[in-house]
């Protein structure tokens, strides 16, 4: 392969990714690797250059999106405690439950925090989707503190000597001070283990900006 013959080829893979909304400095970088790795490359027997192109490609699609699994780190002593923050509707209560049946069925004992005072039937969403999954829930109404939810609720799971606790909070619309402040307040009390950012799959680069804003 050459420089010439991939050119055409480059410049759709850089148009795809664009259009898919991938940031610019990742297009770049992904464009100027997989060429230096195609030019010059011998073809393999058996192999057409086409094929051999779509094989960089994929490795190197598979290497951007991050090659490595990051396990969740549980704690020896104690409960393990996970707090899930995010915007509103981004999923963050459907993946407590979709986490903690994932945690059940290696054994865990697991507890929810019911922390999101604000938006309508938040706290039932989450009470049912407890239910369908037989968790323990903590759940103090909307009139109390996120912040001292999260104390009474670590006590509570404390007692009841569960391995994971999960805590639920409130999203906003966009990057507020409140939400920032709040969630401060929230993981002073909580210390939590691991804080899980839950975006939307479809928030492409924006969710590399969503991070930065949230990592407090
Ligand atoms: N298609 C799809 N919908 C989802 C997924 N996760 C959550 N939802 C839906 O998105 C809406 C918001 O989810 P929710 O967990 O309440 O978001 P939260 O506001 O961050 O707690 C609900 O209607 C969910 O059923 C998902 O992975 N795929
Ligand atoms: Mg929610």
Redesign the pocket.
Known sequence: MTKENIAEPMKDIRRALLEAYVSLPVVRKFVQSVSDQAVGMGVIRGFKPDQQLVKIVHDELVKVMGGEVSEIQFVKSGPTVILLA??????????CAKLAYYLKKQGKSCMFIAG?VY?PA?ID?LVILGEKIGMLMYTAGTEVKPADIAKQGLKESKINNVNVVIM?TA?RLQVDKGMMDELKDVKRFLNPTETLL?VDAMTGQEAACNLCACRY
């Not at 995010?86 to 993946?95: I, M, N």
């Open positions: 995010g915007f509103q509707g981004v999923g963050k209560t459907t993946v999101d938006r938040a969403q639920d999203g839950v």
